[in-house]
């Protein structure tokens, strides 16, 4: 109580953890899950990571992991989708026309993996999707659906989606070998070079009638 008015001080503040409002609503909360999944992910792989362990690297209530992004398979697709971001970078691969569409897309690709922000995290994808069915078919649905449907919609040739899945396996398959078993001389190749060589089949995938 203050001396003299008769008002009372507002009760000391509590150390640690901060208050409900501060520290689990708001933008800043969505961020630290996605970003705790990602590390989650990474370290601990599919089978060890859980909503509650997610939460807790937050520092958020595991409901609101739940609130925000509903099951353990939706938060490993968001955090998918933050290492690729397909709504800002799809419209620049398409581009005006399918001219140069293999090398684009072979520049997104190894783009990708070439961030040290995004390779560990897509490590960690890629691990848990060979050898857990439920991660594998997580990243199945959100390379199909997020990805290579929105590029097949664009191609004017027979056969579409089976040829821009043709071109996914081929970068697939250069992950698996270049950044996962990390086998030489592929492992230290020059990005732009293997971008230069890889671009024109792509574009045949693609393209060719």
Known sequence: MTEGDGSQAPPPRRR??????????????????????RTEFSERGYDKT???????????????????????DEVFAAAIELSFEPALVI??????????????????????????ASRAPLLAIMRSAMTHEA????????VLRRLLDRIADRLDVPDA??????????????AVLRYVLQAEPLASADPQKIIAMVGPTLQRYLTEA
């Open 50 to 72: 859980s909503v509650r362990g997610i939460a807790k690297a937050a520092g958020v209530d595991a409901a609101l992991v739940h609130h925000y992004f509903g099951t353990k």
């Open 161 to 174: 989606a089976f040829r821009v899945e043709l071109a996914a396996s081929h970068m697939v398959g250069i």
């Open 16 to 37: 640690g953890r901060p208050s409900r409002t501060e520290a689990q609503t708001g933008p800043d909360a969505r961020t630290r899950i996605l970003e705790a999944a």
């Open 135 to 142: 991660a594998a078919k997580v990243l199945r649905v959100f």
């Open 91 to 116: 419209p620049d691969i398409l581009g005006s026309s399918t001219e140069g569409l293999g090398e684009r897309l072979a520049g997104y690709f190894i783009g990708v993996w070439e961030n040290p």
